[in-house]
């Protein structure tokens, strides 16, 4: 299973849904679903945009755990 960590990054760097939201330019309610670990799939170009957000690496956001 993929575990979505943006919750810990955003934590990290002591950014808010809102912030990140303005920063990455995807509405509150998909970036509130990422954070949840609802989501089903992810756009390279949202990762990449969160990442640059963030200053961080795709590995600090996406972490496999196995069942």
Same mark, same amino acid.
């Given at each position: 299973?993929?575990? %979505?960590?943006?919750? *810990? ?16 330019? %995807? ?5 509130s *679903? ?10 390279f170009?949202?990762?990449d945009? %969160?990442?640059?957000a ?6 600090d %956001?996406?972490?496999? *755990?196995?069942?």
């Amino acid at each position: 299973m993929i575990v %979505i960590n943006l919750d *810990v990054m955003m934590a990290r760097r002591k950014m808010s849904l809102n912030e990140l939201s303005d920063k990455v330019g %995807i509405t509150l309610a998909n970036l509130s *679903v990422l954070k949840n670990n609802k989501a089903k799939a992810i756009r390279f170009s949202t990762l990449d945009a %969160i990442c640059r957000a963030l200053d961080c690496n795709v590995s600090d %956001i996406l972490e496999y *755990v196995e069942d």
